[in-house]
């Protein structure tokens, strides 16, 4: 250890998360893995470090630099670290067929490293939150992903927030319909997306720019009219437009009846056809929810991506899935005040301070009785005044203290006093685990 | 997504943990956090990689080897894995030291990577669990960290364990007694270590070998010999021996003073001269915590190190702290048996099956009720018969199925059945979730 002292610094876009963050992060996991665990998710954990050659060739070039690579001194293997959680299930599925049973319903809330240029709310280290439905074709899993991003965001507090629900069969088929050539489907699909963002006029004027056919910007303007009226009726509506049924159309359909069954509450969703996930990978329906009011963006994304689970399988497995962004989520929770009272700051609910070394046993004493009733506990182990012990309880943010001096002890009792409003009482020592849990409701 | 197929494998010595794995790790993991907040233990996260300038030095030349360095495609920053959780503790408390309230009581509960080879037990990736006190310098904090270990691992349900104490004070004033040249002193301890394993006469046999003078052996004997009676009467014992008192015994004299105010039972701590812990950084008290029935070895270790935490700091902080073995507890969780019924197999508490294609609306419905009163419930997805579907909830371990054929439909109740030992009970819709809990209960 006689190394020289060098400044303590973090690499570039990595985190430190000091206990007040900390216990808000824990509070949005905890409630996001409960709502996994009523939907039957169960939790899934792939190491940090990957074989490279299980991540090579799998996200595309560009991603592909953003991938870090890890190696140890004499280490024969190449390893990379973790870039998402989705080629890791798929490893997953193959390694274990003989252990796993499909459905095979997983969620992994890990960390995963890029090493993307780092800004506002965009890090090197951050965590994605999957969960995924393999081996079901049918849509009640789509339905059933879709609730629980629903039953996420309701259980967090966000009071206004869409899953726009969109297929990526109906946005080949709309593309044909729209007459526009294979070759510029891409082109067209780019300039649909920024349909919230630009408008429609700004739309119309994007395609024009890109060349695509006057007539088949109008055919594309009249669809991009439907996105009004309840789910079903848009439905109906774009069948009409499309002259006949799409198996995409159906399958929202189906989509509409497992949600609507599932008591998802409809001012939750909306079929929107001007939705595009990015991702060249899904295969039917896509996902993306939108925190509405105040209008700050995607949370979450998703959809059917049927072909890829079979990267180290033979065949693959019908499988669809959501992603919650939960950074962003964890960044929005402060945003909207949306933290009940009392999360972060500190686990402390009670610091038993110590009147002067005659009562330092007694009040250690105490500590142990609340710790063994479950009551989180700070014995104070400085030798200092009341008026700073009380002083370390506001600045740490602990909401009570106890107070042990020698009237107290000799009468059996203890004073507590609450910070927030200055209440103090003083109650027997058998009831005053009690007494904390009330004050703390309070 | 073009690249061709490979086989799904690991790197060496790391480790997925699918569902059932992984739900008995989260339940020992859930067990400790909750002895660290009832102890006032704030958790503390840092990032994955530090700046290898970071780790460089702090180690030692051999271990320095096993640590992983990672980069991406044109990452101008060098950087490597976390090797343990110490130096980043060191690092933060320098680095927020204006945002760190002291005494600064943390735990992290992370995996570490260390390029060791792979053997049973010992991995690439594994878990560490620290507990530690910066900026306390009185043993009372010594006493608290030994109370941690001894609630946690009472919690999780071990029935027989001690924490061994000594002081690193009182090696060096043992050996001066003994008469052993300084240059000659780690010898000492390294042969004095292995009392537990080689015996008294091991000892002796192997201190002479070494070519310690017999006079000082027959000395180190006489110590060796305190190892029995009452915390209090060894201290006593051993003041005696060494003809006056010294700071290392005063200072486990107060431990025992703390530990007899904080209850903590006298079977599960004992005074032992002879352990010795490696590493070369502890400056008073130390720690290490075995089972002892059965005699499954260390499961925890730990002391003061007043001197570490000035790493990246002008002046150190007096520091005092625990490490859990958490991967070995883990595997002796399961070896003594010490889950408890129900944890592992599946986060489903019940299984929701589909009589037939007219019933699945009303299934869904049924899912929908069961998740919103607090259920963890799987509505099933495929088109089997209700046979398959309860060879599936008994092969994935999921404990109750629901049946809910047009019979129970018209007279709006739910069958469930209890797979342990198949008892059937039918109960209003109203009141399903109760039921469940009670029949989870029984």
């Not at 216990?23 to 996994?36: A, Q, S």
């Not at 991938?67 to 080629?87: C, M, P």
Request: charged share 25%.
């Amino acid at each position: 250890m006689a190394a020289a002292k060098i400044a303590p610094r973090l690499p570039k876009g990595m985190r430190d998360f000091l206990p007040d963050e900390m216990l808000k992060r824990e509070y949005v996991f905890d409630r996001v893995r409960e709502t996994f665990h009523l939907y039957g998710f169960e939790p899934l954990q792939t190491p940090v470090m990957e074989l490279r050659e299980t991540l090579l060739g799998k996200y595309g070039e560009d991603a592909e630099k953003l991938i870090y690579f890890a190696q140890h001194a004499g280490g024969k293997e190449e390893l990379s670290l973790r870039y998402d959680l989705t080629v890791p299930l798929a490893r997953v599925v193959a390694q274990y067929e003989n252990q796993i049973t499909l459905p095979f319903k997983r969620y992994q809330l890990s960390p995963v490293w890029r090493g993307d240029r780092p800004q506002r709310g965009r890090y090197r280290e951050f965590y994605q939150c999957d969960a995924d439905i393999v081996g079901i074709g049918d849509m009640s899993a789509d339905a059933e992903v879709i609730g629980v991003v629903v039953t996420a965001l309701r259980r967090l507090g966000f009071p206004k927030f869409t899953v726009k629900i969109n297929n990526r069969k109906l946005l080949i088929a709309i593309g044909h319909y729209s007459g526009v050539p294979d070759a510029q489907l891409p082109d067209l699909y780019r300039s649909v997306d920024k349909f919230d963002k630009i408008g429609a006029d700004g739309v119309r004027a994007e395609l024009e720019q890109r060349g695509i056919a006057h007539e088949a910007v109008v055919r594309m303007m009249d669809l991009l009219q439907l996105n009004s009226g309840s789910g079903l009726e848009r439905l109906a509506a774009l069948a009409k437009l499309l002259g006949g049924d799409q198996e995409g159309l159906a399958e929202l359909r189906q989509v509409a009846e497992h949600l609507a069954n599932a008591a998802v509450p409809p001012q939750f969703y909306e079929f929107d056809f001007t939705m595009v996930r990015g991702l060249s990978y899904y295969t039917g329906p896509i996902f993306e929810t939108f925190i509405t009011e105040p209008n700050l963006g995607a949370v979450s994304g998703g959809g059917r991506y049927d072909g890829l689970i079979g990267l180290f399988r033979r065949e693959s497995l019908p499988t669809t899935g959501i992603s919650l962004g939960i950074e962003r989520i964890i960044d929005l929770m402060d945003e909207l005040n949306l933290y009940p009272n009392g999360i972060g700051g500190t686990v402390v609910q009670v610091l038993v301070t110590v009147f002067n070394g005659d009562t330092r046993a007694e009040a250690t004493r105490l500590a142990a009785e609340l710790r063994a009733a479950g009551v989180h506990t700070e014995l104070y182990m400085q030798d200092k005044n009341v008026g700073k012990q009380m002083a370390y309880a506001d600045k740490k943010r602990i909401p009570l203290v106890a107070v042990l001096g020698g009237d107290e002890i000799a009468a059996g009792v203890v004073k507590f006093k609450r910070l927030s409003d200055g209440v103090e009482v003083s109650v027997e020592r058998g009831v005053a685990a009690a007494k904390i849990r009330e004050l703390l409701a309070d």
